[in-house]
């Protein structure tokens, strides 16, 4: 049998078990409570009441938390109404809880029950939905507060263990039915595709290894483009130079850097794949409701929310980034346009039309193609307005209103 993985708990850490009540959190709490000091050890039961029956679990984990002597503390979620994407949301939500309890009471270090079976199951979920290879690379021991000490036991051990140690557990009847993706690759896909005399499981682990060694590898390269990143309140983007003549592997896998770090979104290979190949093309491709991809020649951007007005201290440092890729008037900034109380900013809009310096009319839209403006920054870039009509563009054009010959 394994042993704890000791080298992720330092001797001062005071730990927060997540805690189901199930064998793997069971097994966690008896052996982190003969290996470090009961005082530093808490269990946290998360009560997600999806289940009629969730309100037993929550009593049995208060009963072993009296039985060993530990802290308990209970979050109930109310998830019951969830249409869709429960899993996913439950996930989230229970995460959102135990880092809340953690901080609350002071707790170092999050325990999770993972176990190398979990980390199998992840692989051919992850498999299924299409993931990328940095998706592949299975369930890491330790991510910011969160530790998983039984990432190298497996279903088997746990079995054992709790045979040995007649430890007491309750069993949740949904992990029987095959509705949820991981149910039925663990009840149905897994049993089928092991072979006599072929550890197919050893090899799935020794390939998310060979794949977290390469992601590794990459992730040192990827920071360095990182640094190069853009990145205001709804949107981030970068010149296109910085990956000029890159090789696809590290486009892609910057791609889902950035959808991952800065969005919390993760999406397919094709998905990733269609992003990578549009750079330098004049395109917007729609990654999710919340999120859009723009490119054109020059700037590569995600945008979370394109109607956001941007502040004039960002769109002056938008202007700096920018303005050797545009064309502009060159005496438009903020100070020249001697803003006063009835001057009001808005946004962009379909059809907003533009009186010019010379006192011609033409539609906003033009004008932003004339300059050059990258279409992921128009309908946030900041307009000067007065009576309901566009006098100024900050930094890029002023209008017929401060043409000295213009009769106000």
Same mark, same amino acid.
């Given at each position: 049998?394994?042993?704890?993985?000791?080298?992720?708990?330092?001797?001062?850490?005071? @730990?927060?078990?997540?805690?189901?009540?199930?064998?793997?959190?069971?097994?966690?709490?008896?052996?982190?409570?003969?290996?470090? &000091?009961?005082?530093?050890?808490?269990?946290?039961?998360?009560?997600?009441?999806?289940?009629?029956?969730?309100?037993?679990?929550?009593?049995?984990?208060?009963?072993?938390?009296?039985?060993?002597?530990?802290?308990?503390?209970?979050?109930?979620?109310?998830?019951?109404?969830?249409?869709?994407?429960?899993?996913?949301?439950?996930?989230?939500?229970?995460? !959102?809880?135990?880092?809340?309890?953690?901080?609350?009471?002071?707790?170092?270090?999050?325990?999770?029950?993972?176990?190398?079976?979990?980390?199998?199951?992840?692989?051919?979920?992850?498999?299924?939905?299409?993931?990328?290879?940095?998706?592949?690379?299975?369930?890491?021991?330790?991510?910011?507060?969160?530790?998983?000490?039984?990432?190298?036991?497996?279903?088997?051990?746990?079995?054992?263990?709790?045979?040995?140690?007649?430890?007491?557990?309750?069993?949740?009847?949904?992990?029987?039915?095959?509705?949820?993706?991981?149910?039925? +690759?663990?009840?149905?896909?897994?049993?089928?595709?092991?072979?006599?005399?072929?550890?197919?499981?050893?090899?799935?682990?020794?390939?998310?290894? !060979?794949?977290?060694?390469? &992601?590794?590898?990459?992730?040192?390269?990827?920071?360095?483009?990182?640094?190069?990143?853009?990145?205001?309140?709804?949107?981030?983007?970068?010149?296109?130079?910085?990956?000029?003549? !890159?090789?696809?592997?590290?486009?892609?896998?910057?791609?889902?850097?950035?959808?991952?770090?800065?969005?919390?979104?993760?999406?397919?290979?094709?998905?990733?794949?269609?992003?990578?190949?549009?750079?330098?093309?004049?395109?917007?491709? !729609?990654?999710?409701?919340?999120?859009?991809?723009?490119?054109?020649?020059?700037?590569?951007?995600?945008?979370?929310?394109?109607?956001?007005?941007?502040?004039?201290?960002?769109?002056?440092?938008?202007?700096?980034? @920018?303005?050797?890729?545009?064309?502009?008037?060159?005496?438009?900034?903020? &100070?020249?346009?001697?803003?006063?109380?009835?001057?009001?900013?808005? &946004?962009?809009?379909?059809?907003?039309?533009?009186?010019?310096?010379?006192?011609?009319? @033409?539609?906003?839209?033009?004008?932003? @193609?004339?300059?050059?403006?990258?279409?992921?920054?128009?309908?946030?870039?900041?307009?000067?307005?007065?009576?309901?009509?566009?006098?100024? +563009?900050?930094?890029?054009?002023?209008?017929?209103?401060?043409?000295?010959?213009?009769?106000?």
């Amino acid at each position: 049998m394994p042993l704890l993985d000791k080298l992720l708990i330092e001797n001062s850490d005071k @730990i927060l078990i997540a805690f189901s009540g199930g064998k793997d959190s069971v097994v966690l709490l008896d052996i982190l409570s003969k290996t470090i &000091n009961k005082e530093k050890i808490a269990i946290a039961h998360i009560d997600h009441e999806i289940r009629e029956s969730s309100y037993k679990d929550a009593l049995f984990s208060k009963e072993i938390a009296k039985k060993y002597k530990v802290k308990f503390f209970e979050k109930k979620l109310s998830l019951s109404n969830l249409k869709s994407n429960t899993e996913a949301i439950a996930r989230e939500k229970r995460y !959102q809880a135990l880092y809340e309890i953690a901080k609350n009471n002071e707790y170092d270090k999050i325990a999770t029950a993972h176990t190398k079976s979990d980390n199998i199951e992840q692989f051919f979920i992850k498999l299924y939905r299409g993931s990328s290879l940095n998706g592949l690379g299975g369930i890491k021991k330790e991510i910011n507060i969160i530790i998983r000490p039984l990432l190298d036991f497996t279903s088997n051990d746990i079995k054992d263990y709790i045979k040995k140690h007649h430890l007491k557990h309750i069993e949740d009847e949904t992990n029987k039915e095959s509705i949820y993706l991981r149910n039925k +690759i663990r009840n149905e896909i897994l049993p089928e595709l092991n072979i006599p005399n072929y550890d197919l499981n050893t090899h799935i682990i020794n390939l998310m290894k !060979q794949i977290n060694k390469d &992601n590794e590898y990459f992730n040192e390269i990827l920071e360095k483009f990182v640094k190069k990143i853009y990145n205001f309140d709804n949107f981030l983007f970068f010149d296109n130079s910085l990956l000029l003549n !890159q090789p696809d592997s590290i486009k892609s896998r910057f791609i889902h850097l950035i959808l991952l770090r800065f969005f919390n979104t993760n999406s397919n290979y094709n998905k990733i794949t269609d992003i990578s190949n549009s750079i330098s093309t004049v395109v917007k491709i !729609q990654i999710s409701k919340e999120l859009n991809f723009y490119s054109d020649k020059n700037y590569t951007a995600f945008v979370s929310s394109n109607n956001s007005l941007l502040s004039i201290k960002d769109t002056e440092k938008i202007f700096n980034i @920018i303005k050797d890729k545009i064309s502009y008037f060159r005496n438009c900034n903020i &100070n020249e346009l001697l803003i006063n109380e009835n001057i009001k900013l808005i &946004n962009f809009k379909n059809g907003d039309k533009f009186k010019k310096y010379n006192n011609k009319t @033409i539609k906003l839209k033009d004008i932003f @193609i004339d300059h050059k403006i990258p279409v992921f920054l128009r309908k946030s870039w900041p307009l000067l307005s007065l009576n309901e009509q566009i006098i100024a +563009i900050p930094f890029i054009e002023k209008g017929n209103y401060y043409n000295p010959s213009n009769k106000k």
